[in-house]
C-alpha cells in the first residue's frame, strides 16, 4: 500500500521546487544535448540521455494552458509553459545548433528551417506531456505502467520522425533524426537492416523515458525509505544489451554462401571552389585539375574511375572542351567512367530542361547511361510554386535562377567488367532510405554517390552527410561509393564501415586527390527485411501512438 509520505516527495506542478525558469532550462538542455550527440562533435552517448531533462519537464509541468483564448494562451506561455512549448524550446535548440552548417548558404533560411522543424518535437511533447503523463505521481512505481508509457512515447517520437521525412511536400526534411547519432555506433546500426533509422530512435526515445521514469521513482523511494528493484529499468538494459549483440554478431558472421568479385576504383575529389566551378573565366582550370587528377587514377589501374557530381564546367554532351577533356583521358586506358555532368533534354512539354545527371561511360564505347536526379533540393536546385507563389522567388533572389529537371524513375547501371550492377545517388540522395531502397530492389550490387559539399564549406554538413550515408549501405546490405568535389569521398562497406577515406597528410578531407582502392562485392547480395518492406516500422510506430493517444484522450473525457 502507498502511502502518504511518498506523494509529498514529489512535488506538484506548481511547486516552487519545480519554477518555470527550470522547465525552460531543462528543455533548452535537452536540445543542446541531442544537438552534441552529432557531428561535429559526435558526443553520441548523449542521445541516450538527453530527452531526460525534456521528459521531466514535461512531467513536473502544466499539461496544459491555464488561459483560454490563444491570446491569453500565447501571453501565459513564458510564465507558465505547457508541454508544447517545452517541447518546441528543444526542438528549436537542436535544429539550431545540429543545422548550424546550413548558414553557409542561407542565414535566413537556416533560422526560417529550424522553426518549422521545430514543431516535431513540440508535438511530441504536447502528446507526451497532455495525453501520456500519468495523473497520479504514484503511477511511476509500476514497472508495467512505465514500460507502456515508453511504448507509446518511443513510437510517437519515432512516427512523428518519419512524418517529417515523408516526402510529400517540399517541406519534407529527415535530416537528423535522433537514431543517426549511433552512426559510428556499428552493432546498433545493423538493427536498421530491420527497421531503418527508425528503430535506433524508438530505442533511444525508450531508454530516456525510462531514465526519466526511473529518477522519479527513485524520489517517491527515497522518500518513503524503501527501495526496490524494477524490471523496466532492468529489461530496457536486456533490450540495449540484446540489440548490441545482435549487431556484433552480425558483425562477425561469415556467410558461406557469398559469391564475390573484386572490384578496383579510383575517385577523384577535384576540390574545385564552389565560385569558381561555373564560371567561364576558370573552365580551362576546372578540366585541368579534372585532367591531372584522372591521370594519376589511371596510373592506378583500375576497372572504374569516378567524378562526383556536376564536375564539368558545362555538360560533357554540351561543352566542346569538356568532352575533348573526356575523350583524351577515355584514350589513355579502356576504363569504365561514371561522371557526375548537366544533362540537357527536352521534358515532357516539350520545353529545353537541365537536368542533375550521372552517365556512366563504357570503356568499349557504344552508347551512356544515365541516371537523372530524382529528388531535387527545394531553394538549391529549384523553386517550389515559382510561378504560383511568387514570394519564394523573391526571397531566393538570383541564388536560383532556374529550375532543374526532375528525373523519373531510379536507373541501375551495368559496369563492363566486372558486369556489376551499381545505383547512382545524387548529392543528398544517399540521406534519403525511401529512394535508395527502391533503387536496390532493382537486382543491384553496390550503391554510388556522387555528391558536392562544397556548397557549406568545412563546415559540419559533409560529417552529417556521411553519417546519414552509412545507414543506406546498412539497411540495404550494400557497399557504397562516395565520390564528392570536397567534403568526404570514401568507401562504406555493406556493414556501414566506412573502409577507405580520402584524406592528406594532415588529415584534411577536404583536399583534393585521388583514393584508389578496391572492394570485394557480393554477387549474390542479400536482401534485408527493410530493402523489402521499407519503413513499416516507423509507419506503425506512428499509427501505435496515435491510437494510444486518442484511447488516452477518450478514457480522460469519460
Not at 512539354?349 to 563504357?362: E, I, R, S, T, V
Amino acid at each position: 500500500m502507498i502511502g502518504r509520505g511518498r506523494l509529498s516527495t514529489l512535488p506538484s506542478p506548481s511547486s516552487p521546487a519545480f519554477p518555470t525558469a527550470w522547465l525552460w532550462a531543462s528543455a533548452l538542455l535537452s536540445g543542446l544535448l541531442l544537438a552534441l550527440a552529432f557531428p561535429p562533435l559526435q558526443l553520441h552517448w548523449l542521445a541516450w540521455i538527453g530527452l531526460t531533462p525534456l521528459c521531466l519537464a514535461l512531467w513536473h509541468g502544466p499539461s496544459r494552458a491555464a488561459a483560454t483564448g490563444w491570446k491569453a494562451r500565447l501571453a501565459g506561455v513564458a510564465r507558465e509553459p505547457g508541454p508544447f512549448a517545452l517541447g518546441y524550446a528543444c526542438g528549436l535548440v537542436f535544429f539550431l545548433v545540429s543545422l548550424f552548417w546550413l548558414t553557409e548558404v542561407s542565414g535566413p533560411g537556416w533560422f526560417v528551417l529550424s522553426l518549422w522543424l521545430a514543431l516535431f518535437p513540440a508535438a511530441w511533447g504536447w502528446i507526451v506531456g497532455r495525453f501520456l503523463r500519468p495523473a497520479d505521481p504514484r503511477t511511476f512505481l509500476s514497472s508495467s505502467a512505465n514500460l507502456r508509457l515508453a511504448l507509446a512515447a518511443a513510437a510517437a517520437w519515432t512516427g512523428l520522425e518519419w512524418l517529417r521525412a515523408f516526402e510529400a511536400t517540399f517541406l519534407a526534411f529527415g535530416w537528423n533524426a535522433l537514431g543517426v547519432a549511433l552512426h559510428q555506433q556499428l552493432p546498433f546500426v545493423q538493427l536498421s537492416a530491420w527497421t531503418g533509422v527508425g528503430g535506433l530512435s524508438f530505442l533511444l526515445v525508450w531508454s530516456n523515458v525510462i531514465a526519466a521514469a526511473t529518477i522519479v521513482r527513485f524520489r517517491l523511494e527515497i522518500g518513503s525509505g524503501r527501495i526496490r528493484p524494477h524490471f523496466d529499468f532492468t529489461l530496457t538494459l536486456a533490450l540495449i544489451l540484446g540489440v548490441f549483440v545482435h549487431g556484433f554478431a552480425t558483425l562477425s558472421r561469415t556467410d558461406p554462401t557469398a559469391q564475390e568479385t573484386e572490384l578496383k576504383i579510383a575517385m577523384v575529389q577535384p576540390a574545385v571552389p564552389l565560385e569558381q566551378k561555373f564560371d567561364e573565366r576558370f573552365e580551362d582550370e576546372t578540366l585541368a585539375k579534372l585532367r591531372q587528377f584522372t591521370e594519376i587514377a589511371i596510373a592506378t589501374g583500375p576497372q572504374l574511375i569516378l567524378w562526383p557530381e556536376a564536375s564539368t564546367p558545362r555538360g560533357i554532351f554540351v561543352g566542346k572542351k569538356d568532352m575533348a577533356t573526356v575523350r583524351e583521358l577515355r584514350a589513355k586506358a579502356e576504363i569504365d567512367y561514371l561522371i557526375g555532368s548537366l544533362d540537357y533534354d527536352f521534358d515532357d512539354d516539350g520545353k529545353q530542361a537541365c537536368f542533375n545527371a550521372a552517365m556512366l561511360l563504357p570503356k568499349e564505347g557504344g552508347d551512356a547511361q544515365f541516371y537523372r536526379k530524382l529528388h531535387l533540393v527545394p531553394f538549391g536546385e529549384y523553386i517550389p510554386y515559382r510561378k504560383s507563389f511568387p514570394l519564394f522567388a523573391w526571397i531566393a533572389g538570383t541564388q536560383v535562377p532556374l529550375d532543374f529537371a526532375r528525373g523519373k524513375n531510379p536507373v541501375v547501371f551495368t559496369l563492363t567488367q566486372p558486369a556489376l550492377r551499381l545505383a547512382p545517388l545524387i548529392c543528398f540522395e544517399d540521406t534519403l532510405p525511401e529512394l535508395t531502397r527502391r533503387a536496390v530492389k532493382l537486382d543491384t550490387h553496390l550503391l554510388v554517390n556522387l555528391t558536392n559539399d562544397g556548397w557549406f564549406n568545412r563546415s559540419a554538413g559533409s560529417a552529417q552527410h556521411l553519417a546519414h550515408a552509412i545507414f543506406r549501405a546498412a539497411e540495404n546490405r550494400r557497399p557504397l561509393l562516395r565520390c564528392a568535389n570536397t567534403g568526404v569521398t570514401c568507401v562504406i562497406d555493406e556493414f556501414g564501415r566506412v573502409r577507405f577515406v580520402l584524406k592528406d597528410e594532415a588529415g584534411d578531407t577536404f583536399a583534393p586527390g585521388v583514393l584508389a582502392s578496391s572492394l570485394r562485392v557480393r554477387t549474390n547480395p542479400p536482401g534485408t527485411f527493410f530493402t523489402e518492406q521499407g519503413e513499416i516500422f516507423s509507419i506503425l510506430c506512428l499509427l501505435f501512438a496515435g491510437v494510444a493517444t486518442v484511447a488516452t484522450w477518450w478514457a480522460a473525457r469519460n
